[in-house]
């Protein structure tokens, strides 16, 4: 019944909307997100025919195209079968007339003047229908609290009992309890109507919708069910905007997308952004096409696979430390690998990077089989070492232990080298000064060799970086500094991360998804969030439970010492095999 057809905006010559297409039915609700300059708010206002700009395409309601009609008929189908709740309140209301006026105005316009009671009646069921009493109609917006001018904006948008409705930012501006309260409102009036829901707050599509469309520079990237597209983002654009929304479920530090929107680019207008773009990407733009349950518009097909472990086994002699290992790892994405000493962690990176051999299974790079490991396997594949000490030779400086990775490459001319090496030095927070070039690593700190290491491993700007327990001997203080950086970096350059880590605590804060391992198998994998939360496997839980804990030790677990302030004491920490398996 509400059709979109390759429907274009522009402000004096700027394209804000690029071609939009959406096909909906009676009782269909669907989310418009992106960051704030995509064009959510002028799609809510060409539909409604009050934008000020060059509106094209074709926007059919029950098959009449509605940007074919006159002001006049436009004005009357405004409000009558069509209507959007505006982002701005205050904006909205208008503050020399009461609630009570504003509705009846709204009412009136589509209503024969000749029957003002009838009128009166519907003001004081459609207040009651939003939850304010009658004696609120009498109010002027200023006497209103937020919630209740939201309420007010919606009994005007519902006035007229409408086919069609938008609604821009409804819950932008409100706490906690009052977005509640209007989402559960909005569901009920939601009913039966098409329904826009115009927002840059993920939670709010999440409750309101059944579908979403992901908004960039004016076109749609990507599109599906709701709950499955917040869970699993195929576009790259996608699962930026998660990573950096914050929500209850979430357990990885908030990360943003580097650099900013622009419209009008040739080729994908994402393109600048992207960490996986290749060349037919700054040249055309790419189709929304179908691919799944999902359509997505990227040339690669969405989100694409960096790393592909297959039935992986590394034996030495008759003992099998990895035994049959399938690991997917994605452009961009970090996945941690934990599990106690002995488990198979650090024998499964070694043999990613060359340094074991396997014996059976399939490992794949970039979707091509590996056969062997050269200069162009070690310009995308790093890794960290956990010992940063023992992984840089002692007789080498910082800047020799730096530029090593380059000289190996043959990459650059000498001026070129010590340029890189300087801002690889500055970008992990190290000085680049040549009294420290000049430091060997006994006269550094831990925390300033193991930034050197990452350095060592970041300079040939590799596409994988396998760190393994790269904060294990580091303080507190020191190991934080380490972790933000890796997540920065893993923001600015687009970098996939294996990590390896004993401490499942320190795995959740880091990573999009987790691999248990134990006895040289992959035993449980999922989201971070869903695996630290709702764990199947059994070792898994007991990973849970001895993860550090600062919470206060209650009575009947004892306590250290005779005074306040002390720590949980868990039981007697058994093997673990023991205890559960």
């Not at 209103?144 to 938008?166: H, T, Y």
């Not at 590799?462 to 760190?467: G, N, Q, S, V």
């Not at 691999?515 to 630290?532: F, H, N, Q, R």
């Not at 306590?559 to 004491?569: D, E, L, Q």
Request: proline share 4%.
């Amino acid at each position: 019944m509400f059709e979109i057809s390759d429907l274009k905006a522009s402000y004096e010559g700027a394209e804000i909307l690029a071609g939009i297409d959406l096909d909906l039915s009676r009782g269909d609700s669907i989310a418009i997100i992106g960051e704030s300059g995509a064009g959510k708010t002028t799609l809510g206002l060409a539909l409604m025919g009050l934008l000020d700009g060059k509106v094209t395409g074709r926007v059919l309601l029950d098959g009449v195209d509605i940007t074919a009609l006159d002001d006049r008929e436009r004005r009357k189908m405004r409000g009558r079968d069509m209507a959007m709740v505006f982002q701005n309140v205050e904006d909205a209301l208008d503050p020399l007339m009461t609630v009570s006026d504003q509705i009846g105005e709204a009412i009136s316009a589509h209503r024969d003047r000749r029957h003002p009671g009838d009128i009166g009646g519907r003001i004081g069921r459609l207040l009651g229908s939003v939850g304010l009493e009658d004696l609120k109609g009498g109010s002027y917006p200023h006497q209103l609290s937020g919630g209740e001018k939201q309420r007010a904006l919606i009994a005007m948008a519902l006035a007229n009992d409408p086919q069609v409705l938008i609604l821009d930012e409804p819950t932008a501006s409100l706490d906690a309890v009052t977005k509640a309260e209007i989402t559960k409102l909005l569901l009920e009036r939601m009913v039966g109507k098409v329904s826009l829901v115009i927002t840059h707050d993920l939670s709010a599509a999440a409750r309101l919708t059944e579908r979403m469309a992901v908004l960039y520079a004016g076109r749609i990237v990507e599109i599906g069910d709701t709950c499955d597209l917040l869970e699993n983002p195929r576009h790259p654009y996608t699962r930026g905007l998660i990573r950096s929304s914050p929500n209850m479920t979430t357990t990885k530090d908030l990360q943003g997308i580097p650099g900013r929107m622009v419209h009008g680019v040739c080729g994908c207008p994402f393109s600048e952004r992207c960490t996986q773009r290749i060349d037919i990407c700054n040249k055309e733009v790419p189709p929304l096409l179908g691919v799944g349950d999902r359509s997505i518009a990227c040339h690669r097909g969405g989100i694409v696979p960096l790393l592909e472990l297959s039935k992986i086994k590394t034996k030495f002699g008759k003992f099998v430390a990895v035994d049959g290992v399938d690991l997917t790892l994605y452009e961009g994405e970090t996945i941690a690998l934990v599990g106690e000493s002995g488990s198979g962690k650090t024998t499964l990176a070694k043999t990613v990077i060359g340094l074991f051999s396997h014996q059976e299974g399939e490992i794949r790079l970039e979707g091509t089989p590996l056969v062997r490991r050269d200069r162009d396997f070690y310009r995308k594949v790093q890794m960290i070492y956990q010992n940063p000490k023992e992984s840089i030779s002692h007789r080498m400086d910082v800047f020799d232990a730096v530029s090593e990775p380059l000289a190996i490459q043959k990459a650059g001319s000498s001026a070129e080298r010590v340029a890189l090496v300087k801002r690889v030095l500055e970008e992990v927070e190290l000085s680049s000064d040549d009294a420290f070039l000049g430091k060997y690593p006994h006269q550094i700190s831990g925390g300033e060799a193991q930034r050197v290491a990452i350095a060592r491993a970041l300079v040939l700007n590799p596409k994988l970086l396998i760190a393994d327990e790269p904060t294990s001997a580091l303080d507190a203080s020191v190991q934080a500094k380490i972790l933000k950086l890796l997540l920065n970096l893993q923001e600015k350059r687009g970098l996939a991360i294996l990590f390896i880590t004993h401490d499942i605590a320190l795995a959740r804060k880091v990573s999009d998804r987790m691999a248990v391992m134990l006895d040289g198998k992959i035993v449980e994998e999922g989201p971070t969030s869903e695996v630290t939360s709702s764990p199947v496997h059994p070792y898994t839980m007991r990973l849970l439970e001895v993860a550090p804990d600062l919470a206060p030790a209650k009575e009947e677990r004892g306590t250290r010492g005779g005074g306040g302030g002390a720590w949980a004491i868990s039981e007697p920490l058994l093997p673990l095999r023991a205890r559960e398996l």
